[in-house]
């Protein structure tokens, strides 16, 4: 069975009893470059402002420049991924999935955690399954403070993608 | 087309091709308020106890505002955990956020250095994340314990805590 509206096929099993649907809203995309001097200093960083995403895939097409556009009213699940470097100073780094409809703040630290941990960066992770409704937006954030300066650094990783941000339309 | 069975739409495609299914097993529960007090000497808090969750939205109504899920059907179920703590005092060594389902406990993390990073009012952020086995009526909560304290003074904050989840397949 291959289930379709008038122009388009939406859900197609196999003949194993998979199921796909390769019209479902469902991207990933990776940062395209290293963003230098993001943060630092209150700076709230957009991640992706500075060098944008390369898309690895983008079903529907709903993610564009820094953000992902709700086609239709629903419950996404959305996965955004970064590593900051350079930050070892920083006494605060607060990461925020930034939703139409609210915030998640995934960590906030008014401590010198990168150099507690001896570590010379920091990954955040924010997984959530949000509601949206149509023309909602989503982007990442990240701000550092106490640095002094905006020299901390967005990483894309060069074979592995470091700071990455995918989601998909669940129901 | 939209999909029906004899009482209820369930599958439902656009015009562009998107498809919602609007009574499919999906939550999302913030906490309602700070939960003071609730671990740091080794007490084994699941989150919810003292504090409600506020739901934002619960498709089938199986999440409990006490921070339980409850499995409507047997499937693999998206579940995601997000814990601000905050109220760290020196001596608590260890800290352990779990995902605790009827079929297994997913271990979140264990942070040994806790007390010289996090001396003082700080804040942390735990969260997990993982496709999970439910059976029907199984349940899943998220437990937090964190150890070394003299007393249980770690309080829980409402902007990142939260726990979310739907049946995936």
């Not at chain 1, 630290?109 to 920091?122: D, E, H, Q, R, T």
């Not at chain 2, 106890?49 to 619960?58: K, M, V």
């Amino acid at each position: 069975m291959t289930t379709v509206n008038a122009a388009n096929t939406y859900i197609v099993p196999t003949t194993n009893r998979e199921v796909t649907a390769p019209s479902q809203p469902c991207f990933l995309t990776w940062l395209t470059a290293d963003e230098s001097n993001a943060t630092g200093d209150g700076t709230v960083a957009t991640v992706g402002a500075i060098s944008g995403f390369t898309d690895v895939y983008d079903q529907n097409n709903d993610f564009s420049g820094t953000s992902f556009t709700a086609p239709v009213t629903g419950r996404y699940f959305l996965n955004a991924h970064v590593l900051l470097v350079s930050a070892a100073a920083a006494t605060s780094l607060i990461t925020t999935l930034v939703t139409s409809n609210r915030n998640y703040t995934t960590l906030s630290c008014n401590v010198n955690i990168i150099n507690n941990l001896g570590c010379s960066g920091v990954s955040f992770q924010t997984n959530v399954i949000a509601d949206m409704d149509a023309a909602d937006t989503a982007y990442y954030t990240i701000v550092a403070t106490g640095i002094g300066a905006d020299t901390a650094q967005i990483r894309r990783g060069t074979t592995q993608p470091n700071t990455f941000f995918s989601g998909k339309l669940i129901v | 087309m939209t999909t029906v069975n004899a009482v209820n739409t369930y599958i439902v495609p656009t015009t562009n091709r998107e498809v919602t299914a609007p009574s499919q097993p999906c939550f999302l529960g913030f906490l309602s308020g700070t939960d003071s007090n609730v671990t740091g000497a080794g007490t084994a808090y699941t989150v919810g106890t003292n504090t409600a969750f506020t739901e934002i939205y619960d498709q089938n109504s199986d999440f409990n505002t006490n921070g339980t899920f409850t499995a409507p059907v047997t499937g693999r179920y998206l579940l995601n955990m997000s814990i601000q703590a905050d109220n760290f005092a020196v001596g608590m060594n260890q800290c352990v956020f779990d995902i605790v389902t009827s079929n297994r406990t997913y271990l979140g993390i264990v942070v040994s250095p806790i007390a010289a990073v996090n001396a003082g009012t700080n804040d942390i952020v735990f969260g997990s994340s993982l496709v999970a086995d439910m059976d029907a009526a199984d349940t899943a909560a998220c437990l937090l314990n964190i150890n070394g304290g003299v007393g249980d003074t770690v309080d829980l904050e409402t902007n990142g805590t939260f726990f979310s989840g739907s049946l995936l397949c």
